[in-house]
Every structure is written in C-alpha cells, then in structure tokens.
C-alpha cells in the first residue's frame, strides 16, 4: 500500500491511525478526530471534530445565526442547551471543547450533555426526557446523519420543535425524508466543506458535482463524497509536488509545503510540520424557504493560540 486517500472509518479511524504510522503509510483524508492531527503521515481534509463544536455553538448563540430567528419569536436567548453526541472513543475531546464554547459564545454551560449509541434506532425516549424533564431550549446534535435524521423524525413525532444546531446534514439523502417538517423548525447545520446546492455557481462546487454525475449518474451529493473529493484533490497536489521520483516519504515532505491551498469545497489547506490541523473554516447553514442558506455569507474561521484561546475570523468563499 502507497497511501490511503479519502478514507471513512468512524470507529477504527483512532485505532489505526497509529499502525499506519508506524508503517510510514500516508494518509489523507479522515474525520477530523483529534489523534488523526499529530502523526507526521496525516493530512485530515475534516474540520477538526472537537474545534468544530465552537462552530456549533456560534450557529446557535451569534447575533447572526438562529438568533436571527428571535425577530419571528422562534428563538430568544438560549438558557438551557443540551448536547448529544454519538459514544464513541473520540468523542471526549470534543465534549470539552464544547461545554467551553457554551460557556464562552453562549454565556451558559448546556444542562445535559448525553452520549448515545451510534446504533440507536429510536430516539423517542430521549425526546421525551430532554423535553419534559430537562426543559431543553436549544439542541447541539454532534452526530453523523443518520443519528440526527433519527433524532429529527423522533422530534416530529412528538411535536416537540426547539431550535436545534448539527453537523453535516446538508446531504440530499438525509434531507429527504424530513423535507417537509423542516419548515416548522428552526435548524443550523455546520459543514467543514462548501455546500454546492447553497452554491450552484461556485466553480470549485460545479466542478466536483459535474464530475460525480459523470461518473455516477443519479447519486446524491453527500458531504462524505464531498470530503473524500478534497482528499483526491490533496493528494494529487502532493503528486504533482514530488514529481517523478516518488516515495512516501517525499510525499509527506511535499504535502507539509502545502499553504492556503485552494481545493475545490474548502476555504483553504495548510500542513505544517508537526501541525496537520489543514481545515479552519467553515460554512454554517439555515434551513430556510425549501432548502439550506448560508447565514454569514462567508467562511467562518478559527484558530486557537498557544494558550487554547480562540480567534475567529471570516473569508471569502473563493
């Protein structure tokens, strides 16, 4: 094996980070975990998971996200946040990172935060509790898009429809089956890569849907797809780096020169020697009239110093 590009492995990407590396294996791509960001032979196309819950909490607290929603009296001051996230072995850091965005965008630590299976067919019960004994007012749904299209259709079931922020649910086939309640809810999606239906003349975006219904005919855009596209993108980038004398090695060395580089879906990518935390932006989402609309009109970027505090910063999409 040369490299791995564009892989997907939600519960053994932690584990086999480590044999890859031992191995000198490249690899691009990946779901953002936190152990994927340290090994010199990874290069993460994902958002960085546990960062990510700061965008989570701007979508849902910010001046310009669902508050947006309190002119119609859908949304005022969130109080008494509640998260759910999947249990798996990663999730801890990101729970960290997300009670501290809480506390600092929101003003207010979430009153729950419950872990799930990532095979629970029926999130009813759930509802029930977060409702009628916890009183939530917001939901953070760190979740992979079955789960939270399982936890929506529950919500609908029961009438219940406080505002609720999650993280790649702009798939079509995810969408799907909720179109129609969508309407009657107040939703914020974060997504680490750009969305093309919100941007259906981005050339990055017209490209890569051009090329998967080429080839694929009839499939849904799928932000798992759209994840592995940037990785292609990286890795042929590296390729072209090394030129002809080709080896692993040279192949990292050529990837850790990558700056600001402009992929089809990201805002850019940057690896530095010992920091392969590439992704730093990006688009958060409202479902409003029909479909998704991008809140800030813009990338939203983040970084964090030396001392774990957070800058935050805008982008244009091209």
């Known amino acids: 094996m040369f490299a791995m590009v564009g892989w997907m492995a939600p519960l053994t990407e932690a584990e086999t980070i480590g044999y890859l590396e031992e191995k000198g ?3 691009v791509g990946g779901l953002g975990l936190p152990s994927s960001f340290g090994p010199q032979v990874s290069f993460p196309t994902q958002a960085n998971y546990p960062k990510a819950a700061w965008g989570v909490a701007k ?3 910010s001046e310009k996200g669902l508050r947006a929603a309190e002119s119609t009296g859908q949304l005022g001051k969130v109080k008494r946040p509640l998260v759910v996230v999947l249990d798996v072995p990663y999730v801890d850091p990101a729970i960290r990172e997300g009670l501290r965005a809480f506390k600092e965008v929101c003003g207010v ?4 935060v ?14 029930l509790r977060w409702h009628y004994q916890d009183q939530a007012d917001l939901i953070a749904a760190i979740l992979d898009p079955g789960n939270t299209t399982r936890l929506v259709q529950a919500m609908i079931r029961q009438g219940w429809n406080p505002p609720i922020v999650v993280i790649g649910m702009a798939d079509e086939q995810a969408v799907a089956p909720l179109r129609e309640h969508l309407e009657k809810m107040t939703v914020g999606d974060v997504e680490s890569q750009l969305v093309p239906s919100v941007h259906p003349d981005h050339p990055g975006a017209r490209r890569y849907v051009t090329t998967l219904h080429r080839y694929f005919p009839g ?3 799928a932000s798992a797809w759209e994840i592995s596209w940037t990785a292609a993108q990286v890795f042929v980038e590296g390729l072209r780096r090394v030129g002809p004398d080709l080896t692993r090695e040279r192949l990292i060395q050529a990837l850790e020169t990558l700056r600001e580089f402009k992929a089809d879906l990201t805002g850019s990518l940057t690896y530095l020697p010992g920091n392969h935390d590439g992704v730093k932006c990006a688009e958060f989402l409202q479902w409003k009239d029909g479909g998704w609309k991008d809140i800030f009109n813009s990338w939203q970027c983040w970084d964090f110093d030396e001392a774990g505090r957070v800058h935050s910063y805008e982008r244009p999409w091209w």
């Open 219 to 221: 499939t849904n855009v």
């Open 114 to 127: 419950e872990k799930v299976n990532i095979a629970t067919p029926d999130y009813t019960p759930y509802v």
């Open 59 to 61: 979508v849902a607290c």
């Open 25 to 27: 294996v490249p690899v």
């Open 109 to 112: 630590e979430p009153i729950r």
